[in-house]
């Protein structure tokens, strides 16, 4: 049985900083002849609103970083282990514990970076990555995210802020106006920025330009989160089906608009905006 390299951590995002704790381990499984083993959260402290990445979409990154084996532990069940209890049932007998410098566990966080060093003798501890002097962390992106900050986010993350849907009927009101858009329901952890945003849609294995809006439609007077896609040069049914939709940059804020015709000359607008952003 080979030696386990195990990095540990939520992991929300897999940005720049948990990229380099994950290479980490994968290189020092890889020089030794070892295992390399991740151990992660199915969910967020619930202090904490919303999450960067679904569960499967979590698993999926960390596995294109070179790990294969993927421990996924329930965080409501494990949050109030004692550090030493925690410490005993998920990382007896390992060769190395790879962490990020800030990495805290167990009951109201009283393990420490220290209390796994003095658990393993072998423990790696991984130093922030910095991006324009200020330390890459989850929370960081999400609230940069939450400010419209794409293009930001997207370099802090190491790839372009991505969400999944499923394509349901909507009010068709912008097939009224000549630009139907496909209305999707995400999974209401992930965390979805207000605005109007230039996009890349994929369908199947093809990917489109898109505009996609996320927002409360006040020019028809709701309210309720809604998520729409426009799609350039598709044409076809897609009820039913799962779009992937990566964020590229923000156009503008949603608005009211005082009539109908205003809001087709800004959506004419923000085509034209998409088009050069392409074409550039």
Do not use: W
């Not at 049985?1 to 290189?27: S, Y």
């Not at 999450?51 to 294109?64: D, H, P, W």
């Not at 945003?197 to 989160?225: Q, V």
């Not at 964020?247 to 004419?268: A, C, G, M, P, T």
């Amino acid at each position: 049985m080979k030696k386990k390299v195990v990095a540990i951590g939520m992991f929300d995002g897999v940005h720049l900083g948990h990229r380099k704790v994950l290479k980490t381990a994968v290189d020092y499984a890889r020089n030794y002849n070892s295992e390399t083993v991740v151990l992660t959260f199915d969910s967020i402290p619930k202090k904490q609103s919303g999450m960067l990445l679904t569960l499967a979409e979590k698993i999926r990154l960390i596995k294109s970083r070179g790990v294969k084996k993927i421990r996924v532990l329930p965080f409501n069940e494990i949050k109030n282990l004692i550090p030493e209890n925690f410490l005993k049932l998920y990382l007896k007998n390992c060769f190395c514990i790879v962490i990020g410098y800030n990495f805290r566990f167990g009951k109201k966080r009283r393990g420490t970076v220290k209390t796994i060093e003095n658990f393993c003798k072998k423990t790696i501890i991984v130093k922030p990555v910095r991006y324009k002097s200020k330390t890459i962390s989850s929370t960081l992106i999400k609230k940069e995210l939450l400010a419209g900050k794409i293009e930001k986010i997207n370099r802090l993350l190491g790839q372009n802020y991505t969400f999944e849907g499923k394509v349901i009927r909507g009010l068709g009101f912008g097939k009224k106006l000549g630009y139907p858009t496909a209305n999707l329901i995400v999974e209401k952890e992930k965390i979805l920025p207000e605005g109007i945003f230039i996009s890349r849609s994929e369908i199947g294995s093809k990917k489109y330009h898109s505009i996609t809006y996320i927002g409360r439609r006040p020019t028809l007077g709701l309210s309720a989160i809604t998520v729409e896609v426009y799609i350039l040069g598709f044409a076809g049914r897609l009820y039913g089906k799962k779009i992937s939709v990566e964020l590229l940059s923000k156009i503008r804020n949603d608005k009211k608009f005082l009539s109908v015709e205003k809001l087709v000359q800004q959506i004419k607008n923000d085509l034209e905006i998409t088009k050069s952003y392409f074409n550039r």
